[in-house]
Protein backbone atom coordinates (compact mmCIF):
# COMPACT_ATOMS: atom_id res chain seq x y z
CA UNK A 1 0.00 0.00 0.00
CA UNK A 2 1.10 3.59 -0.65
CA UNK A 3 1.64 6.23 2.19
CA UNK A 4 -1.93 8.33 0.37
CA UNK A 5 -3.48 5.05 1.05
CA UNK A 6 -3.49 5.61 4.91
CA UNK A 7 -6.76 6.14 6.37
CA UNK A 8 -6.47 6.21 9.78
CA UNK A 9 -10.61 5.59 10.22
CA UNK A 10 -11.20 2.73 7.36
CA UNK A 11 -8.06 0.94 9.39
CA UNK A 12 -9.18 1.59 12.90
CA UNK A 13 -12.38 -0.72 11.50
CA UNK A 14 -9.51 -3.59 10.74
CA UNK A 15 -7.72 -3.24 14.13
CA UNK A 16 -11.04 -3.71 15.82
CA UNK A 17 -11.99 -6.56 14.28
CA UNK A 18 -8.09 -7.87 14.61
CA UNK A 19 -8.33 -6.98 18.46
CA UNK A 20 -11.96 -8.58 19.04
CA UNK A 21 -10.52 -11.98 18.12
CA UNK A 22 -7.14 -11.06 20.17
CA UNK A 23 -8.59 -10.73 23.18
CA UNK A 24 -9.13 -13.58 25.54
CA UNK A 25 -11.67 -13.70 27.93
CA UNK A 26 -10.69 -11.63 31.45
CA UNK A 27 -7.98 -9.95 29.44
CA UNK A 28 -7.25 -6.38 29.03
CA UNK A 29 -5.85 -3.35 26.73
CA UNK A 30 -2.80 -1.71 27.18
CA UNK A 31 -2.36 1.35 24.58
CA UNK A 32 1.16 2.83 24.23
CA UNK A 33 1.58 6.71 24.77
CA UNK A 34 0.46 8.78 23.12
CA UNK A 35 -0.89 7.18 20.10
CA UNK A 36 -1.73 3.34 20.78
CA UNK A 37 -3.36 4.90 24.19
CA UNK A 38 -5.85 6.85 22.15
CA UNK A 39 -6.49 3.62 19.82
CA UNK A 40 -7.05 1.43 22.94
CA UNK A 41 -9.30 3.76 24.34
CA UNK A 42 -11.72 4.12 21.31
CA UNK A 43 -11.35 0.31 21.40
CA UNK A 44 -12.34 -0.40 24.80
CA UNK A 45 -15.28 1.56 24.38
CA UNK A 46 -15.79 -0.02 21.00
CA UNK A 47 -15.48 -3.57 22.51
CA UNK A 48 -17.68 -2.82 25.39
CA UNK A 49 -14.96 -3.67 27.83
CA UNK A 50 -15.70 -2.80 31.30
CA UNK A 51 -13.42 0.01 33.10
CA UNK A 52 -10.36 1.84 31.20
CA UNK A 53 -7.94 0.61 29.34
CA UNK A 54 -4.36 0.68 30.63
CA UNK A 55 -2.07 3.82 29.27
CA UNK A 56 1.74 2.32 29.26
CA UNK A 57 4.97 4.56 28.27
CA UNK A 58 8.55 3.26 27.51
CA UNK A 59 9.94 5.96 28.55
CA UNK A 60 11.67 4.39 31.94
CA UNK A 61 12.82 1.67 29.75
CA UNK A 62 14.22 3.37 26.78
CA UNK A 63 17.53 1.94 25.19
CA UNK A 64 18.54 5.29 24.02
CA UNK A 65 18.10 7.39 27.60
CA UNK A 66 22.31 8.31 27.63
CA UNK A 67 21.82 9.85 24.21
CA UNK A 68 18.36 12.09 24.65
CA UNK A 69 17.69 12.30 27.78
CA UNK A 70 14.76 12.48 29.62
CA UNK A 71 12.10 14.55 27.56
CA UNK A 72 9.55 16.78 29.55
CA UNK A 73 6.28 15.15 28.96
CA UNK A 74 2.88 13.95 30.12
CA UNK A 75 4.44 10.18 29.54
CA UNK A 76 3.30 8.59 32.94
CA UNK A 77 2.28 4.87 32.92
CA UNK A 78 -1.29 4.27 34.10
CA UNK A 79 -3.00 0.52 34.70
CA UNK A 80 -6.17 0.20 36.47
CA UNK A 81 -5.99 -3.34 36.78
CA UNK A 82 -3.72 -6.11 37.80
CA UNK A 83 -1.00 -7.62 35.52
CA UNK A 84 -0.37 -11.13 37.23
CA UNK A 85 -1.50 -13.69 35.46
CA UNK A 86 -3.89 -11.34 33.20
CA UNK A 87 -3.89 -11.51 29.46
CA UNK A 88 -2.63 -8.92 27.47
CA UNK A 89 -3.37 -7.14 24.31
CA UNK A 90 -0.83 -4.20 23.53
CA UNK A 91 -1.54 -1.70 21.08
CA UNK A 92 0.22 0.57 18.79
CA UNK A 93 -0.16 2.90 15.51
CA UNK A 94 3.35 1.96 14.21
CA UNK A 95 5.57 -0.53 14.55
CA UNK A 96 8.64 -0.10 13.07
CA UNK A 97 12.27 -0.82 14.74
CA UNK A 98 10.71 -2.57 18.02
CA UNK A 99 12.50 -0.80 20.62
CA UNK A 100 9.47 0.88 22.10
CA UNK A 101 7.89 -2.18 22.18
CA UNK A 102 10.68 -4.12 23.99
CA UNK A 103 10.60 -0.96 26.69
CA UNK A 104 7.50 -1.23 27.00
CA UNK A 105 6.94 -5.24 27.79
CA UNK A 106 9.73 -4.62 30.23
CA UNK A 107 7.93 -1.58 32.22
CA UNK A 108 5.07 -4.15 31.82
CA UNK A 109 6.67 -6.72 33.59
CA UNK A 110 7.39 -4.12 36.57
CA UNK A 111 3.97 -4.66 37.32
CA UNK A 112 3.49 -8.37 37.69
CA UNK A 113 4.11 -11.84 35.51
CA UNK A 114 1.31 -11.21 32.54
CA UNK A 115 -0.23 -14.23 31.35
CA UNK A 116 0.65 -13.85 27.73
CA UNK A 117 1.56 -10.59 25.65
CA UNK A 118 0.01 -10.21 22.29
CA UNK A 119 0.82 -6.80 19.83
CA UNK A 120 -1.53 -5.85 17.76
CA UNK A 121 -0.81 -2.47 15.43
CA UNK A 122 -2.42 -0.34 12.52
CA UNK A 123 0.68 0.01 10.44
CA UNK A 124 3.57 -2.22 10.12
CA UNK A 125 6.46 -0.29 8.64
CA UNK A 126 9.13 -2.89 8.72
CA UNK A 127 12.56 -1.97 9.31
CA UNK A 128 12.70 -3.88 12.86
CA UNK A 129 15.84 -4.15 14.66
CA UNK A 130 14.80 -6.60 17.46
CA UNK A 131 13.23 -9.90 16.79
CA UNK A 132 9.40 -9.09 17.63
CA UNK A 133 6.09 -9.17 15.52
CA UNK A 134 2.85 -7.86 15.52
CA UNK A 135 0.51 -10.79 16.21
CA UNK A 136 -2.27 -8.29 14.26
CA UNK A 137 -1.01 -5.75 11.88
CA UNK A 138 -3.92 -3.77 9.51
CA UNK A 139 -1.49 -2.74 6.75
CA UNK A 140 1.99 -3.24 6.47
CA UNK A 141 3.78 0.08 4.15
CA UNK A 142 7.59 0.45 3.41
CA UNK A 143 8.76 3.68 4.33
CA UNK A 144 12.19 5.49 4.15
CA UNK A 145 13.68 5.44 7.27
CA UNK A 146 13.66 9.41 6.85
CA UNK A 147 10.25 9.51 7.28
CA UNK A 148 8.40 9.97 11.01
CA UNK A 149 4.81 8.79 10.39
CA UNK A 150 2.39 8.50 13.64
CA UNK A 151 -1.07 8.87 15.02
CA UNK A 152 -2.40 11.98 15.30
CA UNK A 153 -6.48 12.81 17.06
CA UNK A 154 -8.55 15.82 16.44
CA UNK A 155 -10.93 17.30 18.81
CA UNK A 156 -14.22 15.42 17.50
CA UNK A 157 -11.58 12.06 18.27
CA UNK A 158 -11.10 11.37 14.67
CA UNK A 159 -7.66 9.79 13.49
CA UNK A 160 -4.90 10.67 10.97
CA UNK A 161 -1.91 10.08 10.39
CA UNK A 162 1.06 12.31 10.30
CA UNK A 163 4.07 12.20 7.88
CA UNK A 164 6.92 14.21 8.33
CA UNK B 1 32.09 40.89 25.92
CA UNK B 2 32.90 37.43 27.44
CA UNK B 3 29.84 36.11 29.46
CA UNK B 4 30.26 33.76 31.74
CA UNK B 5 28.21 30.65 31.26
CA UNK B 6 25.77 28.95 33.87
CA UNK B 7 28.15 25.98 35.25
CA UNK B 8 24.99 23.71 35.56
CA UNK B 9 24.04 24.10 31.82
CA UNK B 10 25.29 22.71 29.06
CA UNK B 11 25.84 24.56 25.17
CA UNK B 12 22.13 23.40 24.73
CA UNK B 13 20.74 24.81 28.28
CA UNK B 14 20.29 21.45 29.50
CA UNK B 15 21.35 20.95 32.84
CA UNK B 16 24.44 18.53 33.30
CA UNK B 17 24.67 19.19 37.29
CA UNK B 18 22.54 20.95 39.72
CA UNK B 19 24.60 23.21 42.02
CA UNK B 20 22.01 25.98 42.85
CA UNK B 21 18.08 27.22 42.29
CA UNK B 22 19.45 30.44 41.50
CA UNK B 23 20.19 31.57 37.59
CA UNK B 24 17.42 28.03 36.76
CA UNK B 25 15.07 28.89 34.43
CA UNK B 26 11.51 28.19 35.49
CA UNK B 27 11.14 25.76 32.53
CA UNK B 28 13.98 23.38 33.90
CA UNK B 29 12.26 23.54 37.54
CA UNK B 30 9.05 22.68 35.68
CA UNK B 31 10.58 19.73 33.84
CA UNK B 32 12.72 18.60 37.35
CA UNK B 33 9.04 18.63 38.96
CA UNK B 34 7.01 16.88 36.36
CA UNK B 35 9.47 14.38 36.40
CA UNK B 36 9.63 13.42 40.18
CA UNK B 37 5.67 12.75 39.59
CA UNK B 38 6.49 9.93 37.01
CA UNK B 39 9.17 8.57 39.94
CA UNK B 40 6.20 9.13 42.72
CA UNK B 41 4.27 6.32 41.03
CA UNK B 42 7.41 4.06 40.92
CA UNK B 43 6.13 3.46 44.87
CA UNK B 44 3.50 1.75 43.39
CA UNK B 45 4.85 -0.96 41.29
CA UNK B 46 5.49 -3.92 42.06
CA UNK B 47 9.17 -3.50 40.95
CA UNK B 48 10.08 -0.43 43.07
CA UNK B 49 12.58 0.41 40.43
CA UNK B 50 13.63 1.47 36.59
CA UNK B 51 16.82 0.76 35.06
CA UNK B 52 17.62 4.54 34.19
CA UNK B 53 21.00 4.29 35.87
CA UNK B 54 22.15 0.86 35.19
CA UNK B 55 25.75 0.55 35.04
CA UNK B 56 26.37 3.88 36.67
CA UNK B 57 28.41 4.58 39.62
CA UNK B 58 26.96 7.28 42.06
CA UNK B 59 29.47 8.47 45.03
CA UNK B 60 27.89 9.98 47.91
CA UNK B 61 30.95 12.62 48.60
CA UNK B 62 29.46 13.65 52.32
CA UNK B 63 32.08 15.96 54.07
CA UNK B 64 29.55 16.89 56.82
CA UNK B 65 27.62 15.02 58.17
CA UNK B 66 23.83 14.52 56.74
CA UNK B 67 22.18 10.68 57.85
CA UNK B 68 18.55 11.96 56.52
CA UNK B 69 19.89 13.52 52.91
CA UNK B 70 22.58 11.44 52.06
CA UNK B 71 19.96 8.40 52.94
CA UNK B 72 17.38 9.80 50.74
CA UNK B 73 20.29 10.27 47.81
CA UNK B 74 21.25 6.78 48.33
CA UNK B 75 17.45 5.33 48.25
CA UNK B 76 16.83 7.76 44.92
CA UNK B 77 19.86 6.04 43.31
CA UNK B 78 19.13 2.91 43.89
CA UNK B 79 15.76 2.54 42.70
CA UNK B 80 17.05 4.77 39.50
CA UNK B 81 19.94 0.92 39.04
CA UNK B 82 22.95 2.77 40.11
CA UNK B 83 25.30 1.51 42.07
CA UNK B 84 25.88 3.46 45.24
CA UNK B 85 29.64 4.02 46.84
CA UNK B 86 28.43 6.10 50.44
CA UNK B 87 32.38 7.64 51.61
CA UNK B 88 32.50 9.07 55.16
CA UNK B 89 35.19 11.68 53.84
CA UNK B 90 35.49 13.04 57.39
CA UNK B 91 36.89 9.86 58.65
CA UNK B 92 38.96 9.42 55.52
CA UNK B 93 41.80 10.68 53.61
CA UNK B 94 40.93 14.34 54.14
CA UNK B 95 41.57 13.74 57.63
CA UNK B 96 44.72 12.88 56.06
CA UNK B 97 45.40 15.75 54.29
CA UNK B 98 44.44 15.07 51.08
CA UNK B 99 43.10 18.44 48.93
CA UNK B 100 39.42 18.30 47.76
CA UNK B 101 40.62 18.14 44.26
CA UNK B 102 43.04 15.46 44.63
CA UNK B 103 40.42 13.43 46.23
CA UNK B 104 37.82 13.97 43.54
CA UNK B 105 41.34 13.17 40.85
CA UNK B 106 41.14 9.31 42.69
CA UNK B 107 37.29 8.66 42.46
CA UNK B 108 37.08 9.83 39.37
CA UNK B 109 40.09 6.99 38.49
CA UNK B 110 37.46 4.61 40.10
CA UNK B 111 35.39 5.28 37.07
CA UNK B 112 32.85 7.52 39.42
CA UNK B 113 29.92 9.07 36.73
CA UNK B 114 28.14 10.99 39.76
CA UNK B 115 29.00 12.80 42.74
CA UNK B 116 26.74 14.01 45.66
CA UNK B 117 28.55 16.88 47.67
CA UNK B 118 27.94 17.82 51.12
CA UNK B 119 30.36 20.24 52.15
CA UNK B 120 30.75 22.99 54.80
CA UNK B 121 32.48 25.13 52.08
CA UNK B 122 29.92 27.42 49.95
CA UNK B 123 31.36 26.51 46.24
CA UNK B 124 32.47 23.42 47.11
CA UNK B 125 30.09 21.40 44.63
CA UNK B 126 31.37 24.08 42.15
CA UNK B 127 34.84 23.67 42.23
CA UNK B 128 34.42 19.93 41.69
CA UNK B 129 32.12 20.65 38.49
CA UNK B 130 34.78 22.20 37.00
CA UNK B 131 37.69 20.06 37.37
CA UNK B 132 35.60 16.84 37.17
CA UNK B 133 35.77 14.94 33.72
CA UNK B 134 33.38 16.21 31.12
CA UNK B 135 31.36 13.06 32.02
CA UNK B 136 30.78 13.32 35.27
CA UNK B 137 27.54 15.26 37.19
CA UNK B 138 27.88 17.06 40.40
CA UNK B 139 24.99 17.30 42.78
CA UNK B 140 24.93 19.78 45.69
CA UNK B 141 23.69 18.39 48.73
CA UNK B 142 24.58 21.08 50.54
CA UNK B 143 27.20 23.90 50.25
CA UNK B 144 27.95 25.89 53.55
CA UNK B 145 25.51 28.42 53.99
CA UNK B 146 24.94 28.87 50.54
CA UNK B 147 22.39 26.59 48.75
CA UNK B 148 20.54 22.96 49.47
CA UNK B 149 18.90 22.89 45.66
CA UNK B 150 17.13 19.47 45.90
CA UNK B 151 15.49 20.57 49.25
CA UNK B 152 14.26 23.81 48.00
CA UNK B 153 13.05 21.51 44.67
CA UNK B 154 11.58 18.39 46.81
CA UNK B 155 9.85 21.72 49.06
CA UNK B 156 8.18 23.19 45.45
CA UNK B 157 7.05 20.02 44.44
CA UNK B 158 5.05 19.52 48.04
CA UNK B 159 3.79 23.15 47.52
CA UNK B 160 2.60 22.55 43.83
CA UNK B 161 1.23 19.39 44.72
CA UNK B 162 -1.01 20.98 47.58
CA UNK B 163 -1.57 24.23 46.21
CA UNK B 164 -1.29 23.80 42.46
CA UNK B 165 -0.97 27.05 41.34
CA UNK B 166 2.50 29.47 42.44
CA UNK B 167 1.06 32.82 41.14
CA UNK B 168 -1.28 33.42 43.93
CA UNK B 169 -0.13 32.37 46.88
CA UNK B 170 1.97 33.72 50.06
CA UNK B 171 4.14 31.88 51.24
CA UNK B 172 6.06 32.29 54.91
CA UNK B 173 9.47 30.99 55.66
CA UNK B 174 9.97 31.18 60.35
CA UNK B 175 13.48 30.85 61.57
CA UNK B 176 17.07 31.33 61.40
CA UNK B 177 16.74 32.60 58.09
CA UNK B 178 20.01 34.04 57.50
CA UNK B 179 21.94 31.04 58.40
CA UNK B 180 20.11 28.34 56.75
CA UNK B 181 20.99 27.23 53.13
CA UNK B 182 17.18 25.72 52.60
CA UNK B 183 15.57 29.28 52.91
CA UNK B 184 18.13 30.71 50.14
CA UNK B 185 17.16 27.94 47.99
CA UNK B 186 13.63 28.22 48.72
CA UNK B 187 13.51 31.88 47.91
CA UNK B 188 15.17 31.37 44.63
CA UNK B 189 12.90 28.71 43.69
CA UNK B 190 9.80 30.59 44.89
CA UNK B 191 10.75 33.63 43.06
CA UNK B 192 11.97 31.49 39.66
CA UNK B 193 8.16 30.02 40.01
CA UNK B 194 6.44 33.08 40.53
CA UNK B 195 5.27 33.61 43.99
CA UNK B 196 4.11 36.92 44.62
CA UNK B 197 4.59 37.22 48.07
CA UNK B 198 7.60 35.74 49.81
CA UNK B 199 7.64 36.77 53.78
CA UNK B 200 11.01 35.86 55.91
CA UNK B 201 9.96 36.03 59.55
CA UNK B 202 11.52 35.81 62.68
CA UNK B 203 13.79 38.21 64.96
CA UNK B 204 16.22 41.08 63.65
CA UNK B 205 19.10 38.66 64.31
CA UNK B 206 18.15 35.79 62.50
CA UNK B 207 16.58 37.90 60.06
CA UNK B 208 18.11 40.60 58.93
CA UNK B 209 16.67 43.57 57.19
CA UNK B 210 19.12 43.59 53.81
CA UNK B 211 17.30 40.59 52.59
CA UNK B 212 14.87 42.35 51.52
CA UNK B 213 17.11 42.87 48.21
CA UNK B 214 16.49 39.23 47.62
CA UNK B 215 12.66 40.09 46.79
CA UNK B 216 11.07 39.10 50.19
CA UNK B 217 9.22 41.15 52.92
CA UNK B 218 11.09 40.95 56.30
CA UNK B 219 8.68 40.40 59.29
CA UNK B 220 10.16 40.47 62.69
CA UNK B 221 6.81 40.14 63.86
CA UNK B 222 5.36 36.38 63.88
CA UNK B 223 1.67 37.09 63.68
CA UNK B 224 2.31 40.11 60.76
CA UNK B 225 4.30 37.10 59.21
CA UNK B 226 2.01 34.19 58.82
CA UNK B 227 -1.34 36.32 58.59
CA UNK B 228 -3.21 34.99 55.81
CA UNK B 229 -0.35 32.32 54.69
CA UNK B 230 -1.05 29.65 52.53
CA UNK B 231 2.04 27.90 52.95
CA UNK B 232 4.37 28.02 56.00
CA UNK B 233 8.08 27.03 55.64
CA UNK B 234 9.43 26.03 59.72
CA UNK B 235 13.21 26.10 59.84
CA UNK B 236 14.89 24.02 62.20
CA UNK B 237 16.50 26.20 65.11
CA UNK B 238 20.39 25.05 64.60
CA UNK B 239 21.43 24.15 68.59
CA UNK B 240 24.90 25.88 67.74
CA UNK B 241 23.28 29.34 66.96
CA UNK B 242 21.73 29.16 70.81
CA UNK B 243 22.75 31.13 73.90
CA UNK B 244 24.88 33.56 72.04
CA UNK B 245 24.15 36.62 71.01
CA UNK B 246 21.66 35.76 68.66
CA UNK B 247 19.04 33.85 70.66
CA UNK B 248 18.73 33.85 74.55
CA UNK B 249 16.99 30.69 74.93
CA UNK B 250 15.11 27.86 72.88
CA UNK B 251 12.20 28.50 75.48
CA UNK B 252 12.24 32.12 74.33
CA UNK B 253 12.24 31.32 70.72
CA UNK B 254 9.48 29.29 70.70
CA UNK B 255 7.15 31.61 72.71
CA UNK B 256 7.91 34.43 70.05
CA UNK B 257 8.51 32.34 66.76
CA UNK B 258 7.78 28.86 67.89
CA UNK B 259 4.62 27.88 65.66
CA UNK B 260 1.52 26.41 67.80
CA UNK B 261 -2.17 25.93 66.58
CA UNK B 262 -3.02 29.35 68.02
CA UNK B 263 -0.33 30.81 65.55
CA UNK B 264 -1.58 28.77 63.15
CA UNK B 265 -4.70 29.81 63.29
CA UNK B 266 -3.75 33.08 61.58
CA UNK B 267 -2.89 31.44 58.08
CA UNK B 268 -5.35 30.31 56.16
CA UNK B 269 -7.33 27.38 57.10
CA UNK B 270 -6.37 25.41 54.45
CA UNK B 271 -2.37 26.46 54.97
CA UNK B 272 0.54 23.69 55.00
CA UNK B 273 3.10 23.45 57.34
CA UNK B 274 6.19 22.38 56.24
CA UNK B 275 9.79 21.62 57.74
CA UNK B 276 13.32 20.17 56.32
CA UNK B 277 13.60 18.33 59.39
CA UNK B 278 15.51 16.99 61.45
CA UNK B 279 12.43 19.13 63.84
CA UNK B 280 13.12 20.26 67.66
CA UNK B 281 9.31 19.20 69.08
CA UNK B 282 8.96 22.52 71.24
CA UNK B 283 11.26 24.91 70.02
CA UNK B 284 10.54 25.70 66.26
CA UNK B 285 7.11 23.52 66.04
CA UNK B 286 5.15 22.15 68.73
CA UNK B 287 4.12 18.55 68.56
CA UNK B 288 0.23 19.45 68.08
CA UNK B 289 0.73 21.23 64.74
CA UNK B 290 4.02 18.71 63.56
CA UNK B 291 1.88 15.96 64.22
CA UNK B 292 -1.63 17.93 62.73
CA UNK B 293 -3.77 17.72 59.68
CA UNK B 294 -2.33 20.89 58.36
CA UNK B 295 1.18 19.12 58.37
CA UNK B 296 3.23 17.65 55.71
CA UNK B 297 6.18 17.30 56.74
CA UNK B 298 6.36 13.62 56.17
CA UNK B 299 4.90 14.15 52.67
CA UNK B 300 8.04 15.96 52.31
CA UNK B 301 10.33 12.83 52.79
CA UNK B 302 8.32 10.85 50.21
CA UNK B 303 8.22 13.57 47.45
CA UNK B 304 12.26 14.26 48.25
CA UNK B 305 13.55 11.04 46.63
CA UNK B 306 11.50 11.49 43.68
CA UNK B 307 12.56 14.60 43.35
CA UNK B 308 16.47 13.56 43.53
CA UNK B 309 15.71 10.44 40.88
CA UNK B 310 14.31 13.27 39.10
CA UNK B 311 17.25 15.67 39.09
CA UNK B 312 19.62 12.78 39.00
CA UNK B 313 17.85 11.00 35.73
CA UNK B 314 18.04 14.21 34.15
CA UNK B 315 21.59 15.53 34.64
CA UNK B 316 22.64 11.96 33.99
CA UNK B 317 21.01 11.95 30.82
CA UNK B 318 22.94 15.20 29.14
CA UNK B 319 26.05 15.35 28.12
CA UNK B 320 28.19 18.21 28.70
Redo the contacts between chains.
Sequence with gaps: MSIAGLEAESLYAGLLAGVRGLLKPGGALVGIWSGGAWLAERLQRDLGLPGEAGVISS???RDD??R???S??????KLPFE??GRHIVLVDDVLYTGRTIRAVV?EL????RPASVRLAVLVDRGGRELPIEAACAVVKVELPASQRLSLARDSAGRFSFEIR | MFVRRNPQLNRNDELIHLLSIEGLPASIVHHILDTAGTFLSVNDREVKKVPLLRGKSVFNLFFENSTRTRTTFEIAAKRLSADVINLDIARSSTAKGESLLDTIANLSAMHADMFVVRHSESGAPYLIARHCAPHVHVVNAGDGGHSHPTQGLLDMYTIRHYKRDFHELTVAIVGDIVHSRVARSDIHALTTLGVPEIRAVGPKTLVPGDLKEMGVRVCHDMAEGIRGADVIIMLRLQNERMGGAMLPSAGEFFKTFGLTAEKLALARPDAIVMHPGPINRGVEIDSSVADGKQSVILPQVTFGIAVRMAVMSIIAGNSA
Design positions: TLHFSRGLAGAEVTIENYDFG
